[in-house]
């Protein structure tokens, strides 16, 4: 059973074409246009063990907000697709990650209920050419299209590449945890029997 999946999306904004495997070594081939979405999803593969290539154009003359936010889309579409019917996942996760100054806890379900708490000090701003309020914005695409209940919760920190970064970080790992297959899981892991 592989748990991949290939996701095209062209819009009138952008043109991404994505690839996901659950299942793979963390590899990963990157190229958004936006330099600092490109080191995000590096590690975001790299800490997920998941193998992740995009290749995604956008209307960058504009800003990196549509592309940014479909890029989000087309990841959550990956991985709804990729997970199949859930049979056997454990379905949950959490992980808390430092980096340096900056601590992110994350929670997560992969229920079919897309849901984002997003509660971090991130303020308004760049990173390198990046906007700040975009990380926000690529996991409400994310979760409305996975259908992932995710609480996102940084408690302190004070430089923004740290509070992102260690964001993507704690999602990856929660996310590992919540796709791996058990065997003592019969079917999927609800008392309703499906999700």
Known sequence: MERKAAIARETAETRIRLNLDLDGTGASTINTGVGFLDHMLELFAKHGFFDLEIDAEGDLHVDAHHTTEDVGICLGQALQKAVLDKAGMQRFGSFTVPMYESLAKVDLDVCGRPYLHFETPLSYGKVGDFDIELAEEFFHGFVNHSGTTLHVNVPYGTNQHHIIEAIFKAVAKALYIATRL?????????TKGSL
């Open 182 to 190: 058990d065997e003592n899981i019969t079917g999927v892991l609800s």
